[in-house]
């Protein structure tokens, strides 16, 4: 099989760690912060680093720590930034923010100013420090004052999921136009507070609440990429935010967007901080050949749906969102490659699983039937596979046939060639599975093995399914076999008379008469 690699394109972003000090110790700090570590970037190396990132074409850089402002010279690398032509955004706890720090953004061009705010003044202050929503709530005012571009950032947890409807009223009191809203994840500090981990149900929770603002236009709340994927809900936020369509890709690490440590490793997401994803460090290496290097972020740019572990391996969205994000992979799952746990479709497909469970299998085989005519493959594959767990079914010929399909059409060609391969050990001649097996190996990389299997299943068929010679062609085509896909066409329309409509589109295709 051959390996595909993605296209190596431009960054757009990236999220700059310019200091682990920080004022605060925040229970949830997924960086563990404290106070400055030793290697930190010296002020011309950072300034060196703000040339490159402009050299690259980023479009804008987000400044963060630890806490930025607890280092001196955040303004020098923030103007030096906005020189380069990139626009520096920075997130602060807002603690130190008065009207200095305010002229000094402002002086060195910083786009957006957002503030960390986890949950209401008493849920706040226990995570964060005493005394620090107070300040964080007159920062926004400050801002407010003079029409900066502000917004809130929120890590939920258990404490204030069920604040969050309050939060935003306090929010939008004070001028707060957009809210990002993102999961804690066990790592960090909150690795010692595991228990204020989020639900995986809790994600539509937050869905619901994201939506219900967009639909009473209070505030715009920005799904982060741990949140999601493919609810119904937050893909009509996802539209209007992008003007109308629905583009989200997943985990973009390594692809479009990098993390720089406060030493200067360069990583893909600063969330994915071990020592295994750090690609290099721009005191050995310039910017731009750790990112142009093939070899590097691999374990993302070349992420495919089959590496996937569990329902994201067989999930219909799986080859768009490959997972989702890596970092809830990483932290709940133990791998960048493991089930996300913490995807919205994935959730519901798991309560899915739960109900059909108590439906008796006759009536189970049925829907999946009816899912299949209509062209809902993953509701079909989902009732299958809680039929195929039940004793006396994994035998069933007709049922791993109709497996088999629904989940090639999945694009699940490993799980379907699995199906067609039990049946062929039940009957080797049977031509459904031998043409499913042949259309699998075609599409995984084994064309000659799968034309091999297509022409026997054409050489056992009837005129009641000519399914196999329509296949056959394709693959044939698709493989610059073109004379010999015309050629199996014809047969087939000398053959059956029904065939001869069936295959009109594509005949008049191979003849370029379409």
Not at 199 to 219: F, R
Request: charged share 25%.
């Amino acid at each position: 099989m051959v390996e595909k690699t993605m296209m190596l394109g431009k960054p757009v972003t990236a999220v700059w760690e310019i200091t682990m000090g920080c004022n605060m110790r925040c229970k949830h700090c997924g960086s563990g912060c404290s106070t400055a570590l030793p290697g930190q970037l010296s002020t011309e190396e950072a300034l060196k680093v703000c040339d490159e990132l402009g050299a690259m074409g980023l479009q804008w850089v987000t400044i963060s720590g630890g806490e930025p402002t607890t280092r001196d010279d955040w303004p020098l690398i923030a103007a030096r930034l906005h020189k380069n032509g990139v626009i520096p955004n920075m997130i602060t706890n807002g603690w130190l923010f008065d009207e200095g720090i305010l002229e000094l953004a402002i002086h060195a061009g910083v786009g957006t100013i957002a503030f960390s705010v986890d949950g209401l003044k008493e849920t706040h202050d226990f995570i964060r420090r005493e005394g620090s929503f107070v300040r964080i709530m007159q920062a926004m005012e400050l801002c407010r004052s003079r029409e900066i571009d502000v917004k809130a950032i929120t890590t939920i947890n258990k404490m204030n999921l069920g604040e969050l409807k309050e939060l935003k009223k306090q929010l939008v009191l004070r001028g707060v136009k957009g809210w990002q809203v993102q999961m804690g994840f066990p790592m960090g500090n909150m690795a010692n507070h595991s228990g204020m981990v989020i639900e995986p149900g809790d994600i539509d929770t937050v869905i619901d609440l994201a939506y219900q603002c967009m639909v009473e236009s209070s505030i715009e709340v920005i799904l982060g990429d741990c949140l999601g994927y493919f609810n119904l809900k937050e893909i009509e936020l996802f539209k209007k935010r992008c003007g109308g369509t629905y583009s989200r890709q997943g985990c973009t690490a390594g692809k479009y967007t990098f993390g720089i440590l406060h030493n200067g490793d360069i990583l893909g997401c600063t969330s994915i901080r071990d020592k295994e994803f750090i690609e290099g460090n721009i005191r050995q290496t310039p910017l731009k050949d750790i990112w142009e290097n093939p070899n590097h972020f691999s374990w993302n740019r070349n992420m495919k749906k089959e590496s996937l572990a569990g329902f994201c391996q067989k999930c219909r969205f799986g080859d768009r969102c490959l997972g989702g994000c890596s970092n809830s992979k990483l932290t709940i799952g133990g791998s960048v490659y493991a089930e996300n746990q913490y995807c919205s479709y994935n959730y519901a497909n798991k309560k899915r699983i739960k109900q059909y469970e108590h439906i008796k299998t006759e009536d189970l085989i049925a829907m999946a039937r009816k899912f299949a005519a209509k062209g809902y493959c993953q509701l079909a594959e989902t009732a299958l596979f809680v039929v195929l767990q039940r004793a006396g079914t994994e035998s069933n010929v007709n049922l791993l046939n109709l497996y088999g399909y629904v989940s090639f059409r999945l694009g699940n060609y490993h799980v379907a060639l699995k199906a067609n391969d039990k049946v062929l050990q039940l009957e080797p001649n049977e031509v459904y599975a031998l043409k499913g097996k042949g259309l699998c190996l075609s599409r995984l990389g084994s064309p000659e093995e799968g034309i091999a299997l297509l022409r026997k299943a054409v050489s056992l068929t009837d005129e009641n399914f000519m399914d196999p010679y329509l296949d056959l062609a394709i693959v044939l085509s698709e493989n610059g076999h073109q004379e010999e896909a015309i050629s199996v066409i014809e047969q087939g329309r000398q053959r059956s008379q029904q065939f001869v409509a069936q295959s009109q589109k594509l005949y008049q295709q191979l003849k370029g008469l379409g």
